[in-house]
Structure formats: structure tokens, C-alpha cells
């Protein structure tokens, strides 16, 4: 009777143990599909760190401090010169401070997968992961802080560090006193490039004369949005403002028509090519200076430096105004501090403040090809290299680019652009319909 029971009790167990691996093997089990299983919490999954470095591969001690830098992949891979050089100082930093680890994660700037949505999300989904220094263009900042994304440096850097910044690049970081980041690009400031071999006189400060050139071209992109940065420089060239008595943005016929009128003596007579308002972008305009129909192009810093990387010819010139040089707009990007912790705050900004010290950024500036916000990181790129000193002035004369590319003023002005140059419009009837459009 004993030897019974424990066969019973021996069966019985292994009955249980079988049961036991038939619910933990993953595969389909009523008593399972019974209670219904919460629906999983979203997650976001970092993107593998991209800065070669054996140390990451170490394993991280109790006592050290990570910090994970995000960075949008047209900035971290600008050049991948740029990048090596990116990546030289990130490990010359570490080296100098072993209590540090240093991740960095590419981030798109734009779309449902950009910096600023992950902050969004991440603060309340997986807090854990996000970084602590990140790199945004200046036009989201204010959004940024508002939404208690990033915090200003006010309190981490040392207000020397942004003395000889170009006073465009301060002000596209600087709301109510408070520097919402630290721009070390500036980017997009308009001029012109021009065939010097057919061009051998010095090009005319003011557009009157500009546009008497005898049989010269010029080449600009007027459907796009180029075009109507160009617009915004003449519009503004002439007196025009872009706030009323209210607050609110707006546009003023006269300043605009002046300008409209510019444009289009220019069309009438011949100098502006008339598949001008066929192009929507800088490499619309380039390739049509490139087959020689035309000796001047409308350009910017970064397009001109990657151009005579590729060993493009033109030289540089400003784009004419009314009596002096147009005054260029920019936008830029900005390091930011986005860590939670207060503790990382500081470590944060003192890699900010690394990053962005002359020689470093003049030495990753000049390998990317991208313009620095700091007028003495260009003391580090080539001594002889003619376009730094042109750069250097307009970046000094430069202002920060009030709108967007999706702003309702910059779609104005790049409809009243093209009806002027496809000579659909007068240029007083753009400028009431551009000025009109605003008020609906």
C-alpha cells in the first residue's frame, strides 16, 4: 500500500512539472488566453551609439557618470573628416575625465522620429534613456524650453564664453534674457557666387547697377524658398517691417512693391534668366550656373563650401541692395541641455563648453564644411583661405532669419517671387496679394 501511494504521489508530480513546462515554452495554452494580458507599454528604443570607442564596450562601474548626447545625422555626418574629428575630441575629453562615459545616438532634427518628439515622450515612457546635451536647430528652441524640454544655460556657462559669438547667432538662442542654447553653426546666410573668369570687375555693392551688367545672367531659385529669402532681405532693405502696433506679423505693400519692382526691372531686362521661376532650390540655380548661362547664382555658406570642395569655380560676393549690400539672415544650430537630473546639468554644459572652445570648433567646423557661430573658431581653419574673411564680415553683419521655411510670410513671399519673375503678377498686384493673404 505504501509503494502505491508514493507511485501515485511520484505521478502526480511529474503531471505538475510537465503542466509547469507546457505554460513557460511560449506556446498556445487555454489557461493562458483566459485572462487577457495588458497591452504592452510603448517604448522607445535607443539608436546604437555611433562614436567608435573601446571604452564603451567596458562595463560601466558604480562610479561612473553617463552622459548621451544626441545629435542630428546632417550635423554628426556633415563630413565624415567632420566626424573622425568629432569623434577625436569626444575620446580626448574621456581621457581627461575617467569618471565619464560619453554616448552618442544620431537623432533625426525633423518628422515624428525627431529629438524633440522623443523628448516629448520619453519624459514619461522611459525617462532612463534620454540624453543629457543634445543639438537642435534654433528655431525649435523656444518650443523646446517652453515645453520644459531643455534648460537655459544662464546658470552653466560662463556668459565669457559668449562674447564673441555673431550676434545673429546669439540672438536665434537668447528669448526674455534667457540663452535657451549655444549655437555653434550658423548656417544658410545668403550671397553670391560668380564665374571670376567672365567677371574680372569688382561686383556693384547696389543692385541698380548689379543689373546693368551687359550681357550677364543670373540665376536664382524664385519658386522656392531661397527665393523668398531673398525677397525678405529686399523687402526688409527697403524699410519694410514685419510687426505691427498689435504684435502681430505682417507685411506692408509699398516696402514689398519696392522691392517686387526690383525683381522684376531685373526680369524685364534680361539679367535674371527667366527658368528662374521654374527652380525651387540652391541646387536648382547651381547646376544652370554650372552650364555657363549664367556668371552670377544666389548661394549660401554651406552650398558654396561643398561646391569648391568638389572643385566648382566662383568666387563670392554679397548681394547688392539699394544703396549697400543686403544684409544676410541665417539660421543656425544650438547645443541645448536637456538632462532632468540637476546633478548632470553641469557635467552636461562643461562638454558643451569643450565642444564649442575655439579650437575644437573651428577644427570640426572647417572638416564639416558648416559655418561656427564663434568668430574666433575660425582663427583655427586655413590661414590663407580667401572666403573666410568675406564669410567672417557677413556673418558680423548678419540677423537672425525671423520665420521658418512654413511661416505664412515666407509663403507669401515666395508666391509674390514667382508670379513677379513668370511675369503673371505686376509687382504691385503680388504685393497687395501677398499682403492680403496674411490678413485672412
Not at 488566453?33 to 551609439?49: C, G
Not at 564603451?56 to 555626418?77: D, G, N
Amino acid at each position: 500500500m505504501q509503494r502505491v501511494s508514493i507511485l501515485i504521489f511520484t505521478s502526480c508530480l511529474l503531471f505538475i512539472l510537465a503542466a509547469c513546462t507546457l505554460l513557460s515554452d511560449g506556446r498556445p495554452d487555454t489557461a493562458v488566453s483566459l485572462t487577457p494580458s495588458p497591452a504592452p507599454t510603448p517604448t522607445i528604443t535607443p539608436a546604437p551609439a555611433i562614436t567608435p570607442d573601446v571604452a564603451l564596450s567596458a562595463p560601466v562601474t558604480k562610479t561612473t557618470i553617463m552622459l548621451t548626447v544626441w545629435i542630428p545625422p546632417e550635423i554628426w555626418a556633415a563630413s565624415e573628416s567632420g566626424q573622425a574629428t568629432l569623434n577625436a575630441q569626444l575620446n580626448a575629453y574621456r581621457a581627461n575625465h575617467p569618471d565619464l562615459e560619453i554616448r552618442v545616438e544620431s537623432k533625426a532634427a525633423t518628422g515624428q522620429g525627431s529629438i524633440l518628439n522623443y523628448l516629448r515622450t520619453g519624459r514619461t515612457i522611459a525617462p532612463n534613456i534620454l540624453p543629457d546635451l543634445v543639438a537642435l536647430p534654433s528655431d525649435q528652441l523656444a518650443s523646446a524650453a517652453a515645453g520644459e524640454l531643455i534648460y537655459a544655460l544662464n546658470d552653466y556657462v560662463d556668459p565669457t564664453h559668449l562674447e564673441d559669438l555673431y550676434p545673429a547667432g546669439l540672438k536665434l538662442v537668447t528669448v526674455e534674457s534667457q540663452t535657451l542654447g549655444y549655437p555653434f553653426v550658423l548656417s544658410q546666410p545668403p550671397h553670391l557666387a560668380y564665374n571670376s573668369t567672365v567677371i574680372t570687375t569688382t561686383v556693384p555693392s547696389t543692385w541698380t547697377q548689379f543689373i546693368q551688367q551687359p550681357r550677364q545672367h543670373f540665376v536664382f531659385p524664385a519658386g522656392g524658398t531661397p527665393g523668398a529669402t531673398l525677397l525678405l532681405e529686399m523687402y526688409l532693405d527697403n524699410g519694410g517691417k514685419l510687426i505691427n502696433e498689435a504684435g502681430q506679423f505682417e507685411l506692408q505693400v509699398e516696402p514689398l512693391a519696392a522691392a517686387l519692382q526690383q525683381l522684376s526691372t531685373a526680369r524685364s531686362n534680361g539679367f535674371i534668366l527667366p527658368q528662374s521661376s521654374n527652380l525651387q532650390t540652391l541646387e536648382d540655380s547651381w547646376q544652370i550656373y554650372q552650364t555657363g548661362q549664367a556668371a552670377f547664382v544666389q548661394t549660401t555658406g554651406s552650398q558654396y563650401l561643398r561646391q569648391r570642395t568638389a572643385g566648382q569655380p566662383g568666387s563670392p560676393a554679397a548681394i547688392p541692395g539699394q544703396n549697400q549690400p543686403l544684409r544676410p539672415l541665417v539660421i543656425g544650430w544650438a547645443w541645448a541641455i536637456s538632462t532632468s537630473d540637476s546633478a548632470k546639468r553641469p557635467l552636461a554644459a562643461d562638454l558643451l563648453t569643450f565642444l564649442v572652445g575655439h579650437e575644437n570648433l573651428g577644427a570640426w567646423s572647417q572638416q564639416s564644411q558648416l559655418l561656427p557661430a564663434r568668430q574666433g573658431a575660425f582663427f583655427y581653419w586655413p590661414e590663407d583661405d580667401p572666403y573666410v574673411p568675406f564669410i567672417s564680415n557677413q556673418l558680423l553683419l548678419a540677423d537672425a532669419h525671423p520665420f521658418t521655411a512654413s511661416h505664412p510670410v515666407m509663403l507669401a513671399l515666395t508666391g509674390a517671387v514667382f508670379d513677379v519673375v513668370s511675369l503673371a503678377k505686376s509687382p504691385q498686384a503680388a504685393a497687395e496679394e501677398a499682403v492680403a493673404s496674411l490678413q485672412q
